[in-house]
């Protein structure tokens, strides 16, 4: 395989990074995986604390942040297809306005948590382990899944500014970009998450 | 060995990305739109149901999956079918136990 996938075109194996980016994205998966198989025993077990819970929500912001993630996923597509062109300054400003939407996604998230700490809902407080058990379960999901979320929101963004600077020093170029791809599929992997997240924290309620 | 063609496919054009975009925005009204409407249980079954179809458009396309290999497809398959069984048995016990 070696020596057929690194050819003059491809000096890495092209297929092989390709293939265990893959791998590496189904443990992120299973991660959140899990997680939601949790999210959906305790709603089983919880039904109308489930339901308040989501009501107290702010669907405004959530489904602000969905739009925000969606265009950023399609930037950080076009950003490929422009460095594939050769079209590096398009390239480079698609990837950056990628980045300005992942901090528009973690502004978003910063208002949002904010008000619900505004409401005593603190990780581990007194206040939130004293609320009944259904809806101490509902708040502590919401905040370990949404915050595990934007931790991968927050590395997507930096793997992304990692390739900018790399296509700047020309390591990163129109041949060999399967770096830039597999810190796009990183960031899609992100957007699938909250795309799950969205409706069933938001809206099934 | 095909593989140098293989891994250069055409890059997809900027306006069918666009599409593509334009469909997951869509669904994202629809999604919206159908929380609004008490549907009872159909809305879990609505919800999930978008969300997959967005998922597919993210996947197949942003991903490029549709233009990968089988090996890589067979992958993302196995991976996904793993985590149905997963889904399914938790619900079996967790749906009998209580």
Known sequence: MA???ATAAHPKDYHAAKM????????????????FLLYASYRHRFPEAFHAGGQTLDVFLGALNTIVLITSSLTVA???TALRRGELTRCLWLLGFTIACAGGFMVNKTIEWSAKFHHGLIPGSEHMLGLPQGQSVFYGLYYAMTGLHGVHVVIGATVLAWVMLLIRQGKVTAQDYVVLENA?????????????????????? | MTDKHEAQHEPLSYRFLALVWAGLMALTALTLGA???????????????IASAKASLVIFFFMHLKYENRLIKGMVLTAFVILAIAIALTFVDVGYRY
């Not at chain 1, 599929?185 to 309620?205: E, G, M, R």
């Open chain 1, 3 to 5: 020596e057929h996938g």
């Open chain 1, 20 to 35: 265990g980016m893959w791998l590496f994205l189904f443990t992120e998966i299973l991660l959140f995986g899990g997680l």
């Open chain 1, 78 to 80: 076009m950003s490929i």
């Open chain 1, 184 to 205: 796009g599929l990183y960031w899609h992997i992100v957007d699938l998450v909250w795309i799950y997240l969205f409706p069933l924290f938001y809206l099934i309620s």
């Open chain 2, 35 to 49: 929380a609004k409407v008490d549907l009872g249980f159909l809305n879990v079954v609505a919800a999930l149901g």
